[in-house]
């Protein structure tokens, strides 16, 4: 009876429209500029990751959009998507890099892989926030960006990682328990982020997008 009850409440969780906007948002090019670490990752969290999507299309082959393991990421810094082109700018503003501090490498681990209402297939992080040099300083980076790009910037209060998202027409109770039966037996390695990446993306996934610069952490 409880795991009637749980694999209900599941399914109960799910929002078909926000699925629905979600597959969406996927298919069309959306711009932005964000923070990110990954893409890829290393060798054997891609492998990781690559191994976990298998296991979801066995199950489900036809109902998952499936992000490429290459250009799996965590966003630090979130700048929020537009359907029109952002402002070119040749360079970054110096604030990011005194927010990073450019200090030793940041250890991540993934303690909770979940199937969400939107239909997304997350991994998520801990710490949960990038250990930034101080959070105010990371407000002046955020709004730094967001002036020079003439867009909505603002810092990622969670770290996640997007493995791929579950169709709405796939979208069953059946499928849906699949998922959180499966991933409850998941496991991600942990992680050396020694580099992030400040990105001009045009489709939400990273596929298409552009290093604006880089910065190691040593």
Avoid at 123 to 146: N, R, T
Avoid at 149 to 178: H, I, K, M, P
């Amino acid at each position: 009876m409880q795991l009637r009850r749980r694999s209900e409440s599941s399914f109960q969780q799910m929002q078909i429209e926000a699925i629905i906007q979600r597959e969406k948002s996927l298919t069309e090019p959306r711009y932005g500029v964000s923070l990110v670490a990954g893409r890829p990752f290393a060798d054997r969290v891609v492998d990781a990751m690559r191994d976990i999507q298998s296991k979801l299309v066995s199950i489900i082959p036809d109902g998952l959009i499936m992000a490429d393991p290459s250009t799996i990421h965590a966003t630090i810094f979130r700048g929020r998507s537009s359907t029109t082109p952002c402002i070119a700018v040749s360079s970054a503003p110096r604030t990011i890099a005194t927010a990073l501090g450019l200090g030793i490498p940041v250890e991540l681990d993934w303690p909770e892989i979940r199937l969400d209402a939107d239909g997304a297939i997350r991994a998520y992080a801990s710490p949960p926030k990038w250990p930034f040099v101080s959070d105010q300083l990371a407000l002046v980076a955020v709004e730094a960006l967001s002036h020079v790009y003439n867009l909505d910037v603002f810092v990622q209060e969670r770290l996640w990682t997007t493995l791929g998202t579950l169709r709405a027409c796939a979208c069953d109770r059946d499928s849906v328990n699949d998922i959180h039966d499966l991933l409850g037996r998941c496991s991600i390695p942990t992680t050396i982020v020694s580099r992030l990446s400040l990105l001009y993306y045009k489709d939400i996934l990273l596929v298409n997008s552009e290093v604006l610069e880089t910065y190691e952490l040593h």
